[in-house]
């Protein structure tokens, strides 16, 4: 078994991740600033503090990326909810901190290198893939900056990663500190085990209608009926309005027009460029290129390099773009002339464009444009019934007021289902169960508008609370939970007699007799992962006991109990050059690192006096002031 082990030896570094209690720099911010204030400012603090439009325009640019990036919207309710918000606000404090610390020690950056910089985001490049100033323009004024709050954004940015290149450079983890953590986390241990199981206890007596009775009452939450509430819900939804929406033409045209870049897709292409100061090095490469050289070996021959035009459209390449978009995927172009430069360009992909015409896209532009009227219906409606709600008619003259439907279900649980078990006659709608559940008594809820295109209100009439369940209906489900408790426990107590048994015999063989299990060998085991028998916490104590010695813990997967001995230890040979290990000494090194720039951040946000304005914070992320 030994022999095998070292063939098993995973990823060290993943295990000390897990293990090592080294900080990083996550910007997160300490939950204790989070105290009110009557500053309009989202953040006060000395000497910069963060405004309400500066929160509400970093937030928005997050949620822009983060969309764009999982391809879905993300919301500003979704940023509250999900704590996104606050990480926002947390990185945009501690961005504070570090410009103070940068502008203590007067580390600035010149406007050249600035502007240097400004130039290589690929973001303001124009059609020539080059820096343009109307893309500039253009994409500041769509993240709502002006161009010298961006300017000095950046300005900052350099200086900030001036200061944190320095406070993270040179940290090096110990050799024998590193070393210990390599055989630590490498290390591999062979074991004997013992399978236990409920079954192999002798059976348990049936327990009497006493020990049940008091089994149910001290585990209401498993026994009891669940809470019922008396509800009127006034609804509406779209299906109500759809039959009689009969679009018009105009509308359809309309609605095809806006939706024109879904409908008529432009041929895309992946191009890259080589550029050339002169018409003669652009043929010579173009030489090369005829003999077989590939595309970026000629660039190199005539001293210049490939540039990534990204993934364009013949207008976007303006006069190139009737030569490009010849080629076959994978063809290059003679020398072309582009302003004072020549240029060679290759089409590394083709992305195929596709038209549908008004006439194939009439039956969903229809489904569309009833949607839309529908919904412009449903808020008619919506504000109908708040205006009835307001003057203080009740749900249901207010709801009849502004045509909405009313429903009456006289008892209902959290799941929608009545008492008898079966589905309440109400529409099977999440938010609705979640406006109920959080009603209260007598008090008419505002209308939700639900993003399917349903409205609800409720007014919650009474509650029927939880009560225990009479024996006789609770009997069977009662009694299998407290047999399985108590075989729990007895299989508890026999593990720990049998583990102290191989203990003293030094192994598991008269305890697999008594078991009436047979003894298994599996695996080398390692840190990362046990094998599907053993719990995590079982493998802990593998891990933490001596070689010889019988532990027991819980088996992972259906249930159980292991008794494992360990027989043997391997650390596998360390070598300086392992890529393994260079890989997590470079790893550790760098989250040191930004341990220490975390620390510096912090310190500075306690000398800066930081109150975050609790009210204007959900005010931006769209929250109530009590949220």
């Known amino acids: ?17 897990l293990l090592l209690v080294v900080g990083s720099f996550t910007l997160w911010g300490v939950a204790d600033v989070f105290r009110g204030s009557t500053d309009t400012n989202v953040v006060s603090m000395s000497p910069s503090p963060i405004s309400y439009d500066q929160f509400t ?3 928005k640019n997050v ?10 919207e993300i919301t500003t309710e979704e940023a509250r909810k999900t704590g996104m918000g606050d990480a926002v606000l947390q990185q945009m404090i501690d961005r504070a901190a570090l410009d103070k610390v940068t502008s203590d020690l007067g580390l600035t950056v010149g406007d050249e290198d600035v502007a240097a910089r400004v130039r290589q985001i690929n973001i303001f490049f124009g059609p020539l893939g080059t820096f343009d100033k109307e893309t500039f323009d253009r994409t500041l004024q769509q993240r709502g900056y002006s161009e ?6 950046m300005r900052n940015d350099m200086s900030r990663a001036q200061l944190m290149a320095a406070a993270e450079g040179g940290y090096a983890v110990p050799p024998g500190y590193a070393h210990a953590l390599f055989a630590f986390s490498t290390e591999l241990r062979a074991a004997d085990y013992v399978v236990l199981t409920p079954q192999s206890l002798p059976p348990i007596a049936p327990p009497s209608d006493a020990v049940l009775s008091d089994y149910i009452k001290t585990h209401p939450d498993r026994f009891s009926t669940p809470e019922y509430r008396d509800v009127t819900i006034a609804t509406a939804g779209v299906e109500d309005f759809t039959p009689g929406i009969k679009p018009t033409d105009a509308q359809l045209h309309a609605q095809y027009d806006a939706k024109k870049s879904v409908y008529v897709v432009p041929e895309k292409r992946d191009v890259q460029q080589i ?5 003669a090095a652009a043929k010579a490469a173009r030489g090369k290129l005829d003999s077989g050289t590939d595309f970026t070996t000629a660039a190199s021959l005539a001293g210049q390099t490939v540039d990534d035009r990204g993934t364009v459209t013949q207008d976007d390449l303006g006069s190139l773009g009737a030569a490009v978009f010849a080629l076959p995927e994978g063809g290059t ?13 290759k089409v590394t992909k083709i992305t195929p464009g596709k038209s549908t015409s008004f006439d194939e896209a009439k039956p969903e532009l229809e489904k569309q444009v009833v949607d839309q009227i529908a919904q412009g219906k449903l808020v008619d409606i919506e504000n109908a019934y708040g205006e009835a709600n307001g003057d203080g008619l009740d749900i249901q003259d207010s709801a009849k007021k502004a045509g909405m439907h009313i429903i009456r279900v006289h008892a209902v649980d959290a799941h929608g289902l009545t008492p008898d078990g079966t589905k309440a006659a109400m529409p099977s709608d999440p938010e609705l169960l979640k406006q109920i559940a959080d009603a209260e008594i007598g008090e008419p809820t505002d209308s939700v508008h639900t993003p399917n295109g349903h409205l609800y209100a409720v007014t919650v009439l009474g509650v029927t609370p939880p009560k ?6 609770a009997r069977a489900a009662a009694t299998a939970a407290w047999t399985a408790e108590q075989n729990a426990k007895r299989l508890q107590t026999r593990a720990a007699e049998l583990t102290a048994k191989a203990n003293k015999d030094g192994n598991l063989t008269e305890v697999a007799k008594e078991a009436g299990a047979p003894v298994l060998t599996g695996q080398a085991l390692n840190r990362e992962k046990p094998p599907a028998v053993f719990s995590a916490a079982l493998l802990d104590k593998v891990f933490a006991a001596r070689p010889g010695t019988a532990v027991y813990g819980p088996a992972g997967g259906a249930g159980g109990v292991v008794i494992a001995r360990v027989t043997g230890v391997v650390h596998p040979a360390l070598s300086p050059m392992d ?3 260079q890989q997590g000494i470079r790893q550790l090194s760098q989250q040191l690192g930004e341990d220490t720039v975390s620390s510096l951040a912090q310190a500075q946000r306690a000398k800066m006096d930081v109150k975050v304005n609790q009210t204007m914070l959900n005010r931006a992320l769209g929250a109530g002031e009590g949220s």
């Open 57 to 59: 325009r970093d937030l």
């Open 333 to 345: 172009t003679q020398p072309l002339k582009n302003f004072a430069t020549w240029v060679i360009l």
């Open 275 to 279: 550029t050339f100061p002169n018409e």
């Open 579 to 581: 890529q393994r290990y």
């Open 63 to 72: 949620l822009r990326n983060e969309s764009q990036r999982q391809q879905r």
């Open 468 to 473: 225990l369940k009479p024996l006789d209906v």
């Open 148 to 153: 010298p709050e961006f300017v000095e954004s």
């Open 1 to 17: 078994m030994l022999q095998q082990m070292r063939g098993f030896a995973k990823s060290w570094i993943a295990s000390v991740f």
